[in-house]
């Protein structure tokens, strides 16, 4: 089991050293992809290693595909058998929506300026009749009321993303959990701008299904990332693919279709055992920081910017008080890659999404740099 918190407040500028990237870049990009810390980088040459003077076998190891699945279980909340690997969010929500056994007439109800990964999973079952139908959200998060106004009684799923990945609002997944499951509507999150951020257990959220890649706050390689599922529900779904790694071993002999009772149901084939093994060094790494400790810094830089940019009398496009945003600050620009590009040659990563200029400071970043890009906008 992980300890999930630290008991002292960590140092951060000791972790700091651990990122490498920050020796040549003030990197503001998370939201895009992160950074891996050295220990996880040392996961590489460690994983050839183990190829090449144990016999190659031995690299691919399925056990310590468990190990690292009981690692990320444990700082997610979960139990082990509730997650399934998967290569990234989009497969995760692929594999969700066809396994929810949706039928003609059912709808789908999902926020309009969402993520297109998120849209085009559903969007597939518009074929067997299946309707779509879309909160309006404009530039900002949807109030869980314009949800509610939105279900009716063919709603069977509610899809949206914990954290938008354009302005960084975070939608109120407990207090829309709970009106789903009054009316038995099952919510799916995609909680990739969240997850390894934000502090809350999965259960907490509220969601019944959440999908993550593993190369954002879980600071992890792309190729890599989890679906949770409720575990009561996992026996109710059917998978799109099947795969030995989905059955369970007494009917192989056999080839008949056993699926396995818990979330391996949902995984097919070899494994990404290099991102995996990645990903588990990243796991470790977070838990001995603490989740806690990691949402207090990035509350705290993310505050400290949006503070600087209002000074600067920028128009801030990502809602204010902490419970409704995460990792991301989000300001207008009149031409946002160019003002991307500009960054860049003073050596400052940051994002142009939409009509914004999008920073996502991490843990390893510092006031210092935080002053010092605000004064070069
Ligand atoms: C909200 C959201 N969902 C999904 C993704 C990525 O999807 P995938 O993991 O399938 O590449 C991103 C960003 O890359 C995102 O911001």
């Known amino acids: 089991m992980i300890e999930k918190q630290a008991a002292v407040a960590p140092d951060f500028a000791a972790l700091r050293d651990e990122f ?9 990009d998370l939201a895009n992809k992160a950074p891996l810390p050295r220990c996880a980088q040392d996961a590489i040459p460690d994983f050839l290693r183990e190829m090449n003077e144990l016999g190659v076998r031995e690299a691919f190891s399925k056990v310590r595909v468990e190990e690292v699945r009981a690692s990320l279980a444990s700082l997610l909340g979960v139990a082990p058998g509730a997650i399934a690997f998967i ?50 959200n404009g530039e900002g998060c949807p109030p869980v009321e314009a949800f509610i106004e939105a279900m009716d009684g063919r709603t069977r799923v509610v899809a949206v993303s914990y954290v ?9 997944l407990p207090a829309l959990g709970a ?12 909680a990739i701008q969240g997850v390894g951020i934000l502090s809350a257990s999965l259960p907490a959220l509220g969601a019944d299904i959440v999908v993550c890649g593993g190369h954002k706050g879980l600071l992890g390689l792309p190729g890599t990332g989890f679906l949770y599922c409720r575990e009561d529900l996992i026996p109710g ?38 991102g995996l093994w990645v990903l ?56 946002p890659p160019r003002a991307a590009a500009q960054l860049r040659e003073k050596r400052i990563i940051a994002s142009a999404r939409n009509n914004a200029l999008r920073f996502a400071p991490h843990f390893y970043n510092t006031e210092e740099e935080i002053e010092r890009v605000v004064g070069l906008l």
């Open 20 to 28: 490498p990237v920050t020796r040549n870049w003030t990197y503001l």
């Open 87 to 136: 290569k990234n969010t989009s497969e995760g929500m692929n594999i969700a929506a066809q396994a929810l056994d949706l039928q003609a007439g059912d709808n789908v109800i999902q926020a309009e300026m969402d993520h297109p990964n998120q849209v085009y999973a559903w969007k597939r079952l518009e074929e067997r009749g299946v309707e779509l139908k879309w909160v309006r």
């Open 164 to 172: 938008t990945f354009g302005t960084g609002c975070r939608v109120d």
């Open 179 to 190: 009106a789903c499951r009054e009316r038995d509507i099952i919510l799916m999150t995609d």
């Open 237 to 274: 779904m059917t998978p799109p693919f099947f795969a030995r790694a989905s059955m369970v071993r007494e009917v192989l002999e056999r080839m008949e279709v056993g699926l396995a009772p818990d979330a391996h149901r949902f995984e097919i084939g070899n494994q990404n055992y290099l």
């Open 280 to 335: 588990g060094r990243s796991v470790e790494f977070l838990a001995g920081v603490g989740l806690a400790q990691v949402e207090e810094r990035v509350r705290g830089l993310t505050t400290y910017l949006m503070e600087l940019l209002e000074r600067r009398g920028e128009k801030i496009l990502t809602p204010r008080p902490w419970e409704e945003r995460a990792a991301i600050v989000s300001i207008e620009s009149p031409d």
